[in-house]
């Protein structure tokens, strides 16, 4: 059985998620110990900074970014395709 190309970008995405691919990036090379803590304590710093980010978002102490809105584009757009430019009808499922 052949995997789809959305199967693929479905694992792809959850892998990326836990943390797999940078996981295999870091161990390709030796860290030291010491380099190690010091990354360690970097991404606790921003992992609790972003916590405190959204905290105060979501009390209204801040303001939440804006969404970008690409011009041009209804919602359901594809890229690559202006107006009107797909003329075959499409099957019915997932699109």
């Known amino acids: 059985m052949r995997t789809s190309s959305s199967d693929t970008r479905v694992l792809k995405k959850k892998m990326q998620r836990e943390g797999t691919f940078r996981g295999m990036k870091q161990r390709q090379f030796y ?56 003329a075959r009808p499409r099957p019915p499922g997932r699109f």
């Open 31 to 86: 860290e030291k110990p010491s380099e190690r803590s010091t990354r360690e304590k970097a991404e606790a710093v921003r992992r609790a900074r972003k916590l405190a980010r959204k905290q105060a978002q979501r009390e209204g102490l801040i303001a939440a970014p804006k969404k970008k809105v690409l011009q041009g584009r209804g919602p359901g757009a594809r890229p690559g395709m202006g107006a009107g430019a797909d």
